[in-house]
């Protein structure tokens, strides 16, 4: 069992800068892949990034390659999405979701956090 606690949302310009933060408590940290999601009001929960146990492999979205970075400190428990250039488009509940393996599809992830807000405003 592992449990997700997201923190750093919140409302920034269009342009400006957040970091996400998610915090691990349970199972070893380093066994899972952790990814992050952002779910728009009327859409889908869709994927942003992922990063694995070792932090050696990342993959994002195309729509914010370049502008968010993912990392994770394991002896912190702790992941982070770092975001930059801000867009309105960006606005979303941003989720942070626990899996065994790398992937980009929700469904395989076991364990999700409450999720946090991003509002960016133009």
């Known amino acids: 069992q592992v449990q997700l606690v997201e923190s750093g949302g919140g409302l920034v310009q269009a342009g400006g800068s957040l970091r996400l933060a998610c915090e691990a408590s349970g199972r070893p940290f380093s066994d899972y892949a952790l990814g992050w999601f952002g779910q728009a009001p009327g859409k889908e929960r869709e994927f942003v990034a992922v990063?694995?146990?070792?932090?050696?492999?990342?993959y994002y979205a195309d729509s914010v390659k370049g502008r968010f970075t993912i990392s994770r400190d394991n002896a912190k428990n702790t992941v982070y999405l770092q975001m930059n250039s801000l867009r309105p488009e960006d606005t979303a509940v941003y989720y942070c979701a626990a899996a065994l393996k790398v992937s980009i599809i929700s469904r395989k992830y076991d364990y999700w956090g409450q999720g946090t807000q991003v509002t960016v405003t133009s």
């Open positions: 990063i694995g146990g070792s932090g050696g492999t990342t």
